[in-house]
């Protein structure tokens, strides 16, 4: 049994008359600790496979498990607490809330969870001990997003999802996160899912999905991923 277990899940959503067949009966398996990249072209299903995973959107059929919970049956309640209790949610837009210093960001999700990390000691870790008492208005893009990672890994998830975390930064901003998020899932064993468009950055990958109209069309396993420091675009 895998960690991670997606069996013939379909997302339909219903458009006026019409049916949009989101996801069209994806499957594939993920361990613990593993690094998967998801790529794809704009429409692909990409954010949709990260959605239903996350407890954020429910899908129209199949099987999603993950460490032993069935989530595609639980109900509202279920749910709530699947993403309050095992979810990282990085996105490609910060989601900050601009009247709270950085610290305060990370504190705010440690209240909702059970076991997590001590915000200034997460922020430390992703290089922010000297910006912590900032707003986000007073952050650049990258340490922005490095407050949205940390106030991910504060709530000490069971998996770390990210969309597109890379989508509204400069290519060596980007290149720091990418590694950031590299080396939190080597060191901590966290397991993490990056979702992109980008295919240059598949060889960062322990797996890469290659998601095109709603299924998976490869899957590529990397015996031994490339730092994100080698990688060019």
């Known amino acids: ?5 997606f069996e ?4 339909v959503y219903r458009v006026g008359e019409v049916d949009i067949h ?15 990249v998801v790529a794809g072209a704009s429409g692909a299903g990409k954010s949709t496979i990260l959605n239903i995973l996350g407890g954020m959107d429910t899908c129209t059929d199949g099987r999603i498990e993950v ?4 989530v595609d049956s639980m109900d509202e309640k279920q749910l709530t607490d699947y993403r309050r209790y095992d979810i990282g949610f ?15 960001n990370v504190e705010l999700a440690t209240q909702i969870c059970r076991n997590p990390l001590d915000p200034a000691t997460t922020l430390s870790k992703v290089g922010l001990a000297e910006r912590m008492n900032s707003f986000p208005s007073q952050l650049s893009g990258g340490e922005q997003q490095r407050v949205a990672i940390a106030r991910a890994l ?10 597109e975390p890379t989508g509204a930064l400069d290519y ?3 290149k720091q996160i990418l590694k950031l998020l590299q080396e939190t899932c080597r060191e901590t064993g966290m397991t993490v899912i990056i979702i992109t468009h980008n295919l240059a950055l598949c060889p960062m990958g322990d797996r890469v999905f290659h998601v095109r109209n709603g299924l998976i069309k490869s899957e590529e396993i990397n015996e031994h991923p490339q730092d994100i420091d080698t990688i060019e675009w």
Do not use: R
Not at 26 to 35: D, L, M, R, Y
């Open 22 to 36: 989101a996801l069209a009966g994806v499957s594939f398996q993920i361990e613990k600790g593993q690094f998967i």
């Open 90 to 104: 990085v996105f490609q837009f910060y989601n900050l809330v601009q009247n709270l210093t950085a610290l305060e």
């Open 8 to 11: 013939n899940v379909t997302k």
């Open 172 to 174: 060596v901003t980007g």
């Open 154 to 163: 504060a709530k000490n998830p069971k998996l770390l999802l990210c969309d």
């Open 67 to 70: 460490d032993g919970s069935n």
């Open 1 to 5: 049994m895998s960690y991670i277990e």
